[in-house]
């Protein structure tokens, strides 16, 4: 199960960071990732970060912005948002995905993913 928190309202430019815990014990074994999904499209790939926590990839509009992390103690990954813009507003969806690490950066979409988070609104407004 993936539990992710942090959202909220934050004006233009501003920022905030989303957290997800997992409650499996294995979590270390896993690359993981954050989507993002407004009305009316479909979920789309923001970043991903494999199981040892080397490779990371990120979506082109949140390069230089968005950084994220992970703690393999204490089986959470977080998604620092900086510079928000408000087409940064969307649900955003923290991900398992079924293997440790992928080579290629197109491996890390939605079809690679195992369990999905609840989501958490993020709006981004003045």
């Known amino acids: 199960q993936l539990v992710e928190s942090g959202g909220g309202l934050v004006q233009p430019g501003g920022s905030l960071r989303l957290s997800c815990a997992a409650s499996?014990?294995?979590?270390?074994?896993?690359?993981m990732g954050w989507f993002r999904q407004v009305p009316g499209e479909g979920r789309e790939f923001v970043a991903s970060?494999?199981?040892?926590?080397?490779?990371?990839f990120y979506e082109d509009s949140v390069k230089g912005r968005f950084t994220i992390s992970r703690d393999n103690d204490e089986n959470t990954v977080s998604l620092q948002m900086n510079g928000l813009k408000p087409e940064d507003t969307a649900v955003y969806y923290c991900?398992?995905?079924?293997?440790?690490?992928?080579?290629?950066?197109?491996?890390?979409?939605?079809?690679?993913?195992?369990?999905w988070g609840q989501g958490t609104q993020v709006t981004v407004s003045s």
């Open positions: 991900a398992q995905y079924e293997s440790a690490y992928y080579a290629d950066q197109h491996r890390y979409g939605r079809e690679s993913v195992d369990t």
């Open positions: 970060i494999s199981a040892s926590g080397i490779t990371i």
């Open positions: 499996d014990s294995t979590f270390s074994n896993f690359a």
